[in-house]
Nanobody, 127 residues
Framework: QVQLAESGGGSVQAGGSLRLSCVASGYIFSSYCLGWFRQAPGKERVPVAI???????SYADSVKDRFAISQGNDKNSVHLQMNNLKLEDTAVYYC?????????????????????WGQGTQVTVSS
């Protein structure tokens, strides 16, 4: 069983930055993917950024030039550096873990019953 623990959410003004972190514990597959989904009020959960065990990444178009996903040296942690935050980035951000390459996980982990979820951390961007 994989457990995911997020940290780093909070409130920031538009244009500011936040860094989210997620530590995975338990059994980690050799070909894994880690990343972030988010859910804004009244909307469905959508993928934000995914990184796989080879370091390949996939991003949502809305964050591609502003967010950067990276792995920790231990490969069991993932970080999301969020710059130039916008009001529309306000959401609960969830850490996700699954199996496969980044591009596959970006779409496949849309299914809530696949992979693992963290508890979520709130990010609020204000004007």
């Amino acid at each position: 069983q994989v457990q995911l623990a997020e940290s780093g959410g909070g409130s920031v003004q538009a244009g500011g930055s936040l860094r989210l972190s997620c530590v995975a514990s338990g059994y980690i597959f050799s070909s894994y993917c880690l990343g972030w989904f988010r859910q804004a009020p009244g909307k469905e959960r959508v993928p934000v950024a995914i990184i796989d065990s080879d370091g390949s990444t996939s991003y949502a178009d809305s964050v591609k030039d502003r967010f950067a996903i990276s792995q920790g040296n231990d490969k069991n942690s993932v970080h999301l550096q969020m710059n130039n935050l916008k009001l529309e980035d306000t959401a609960v951000y969830y850490c996700r873990a699954g199996r496969g390459i980044a591009s596959f996980c970006f779409s496949n982990l849309r299914r809530a019953d696949i992979g693992h979820w963290g508890q979520g951390t709130q990010v609020t961007v204000s004007s």
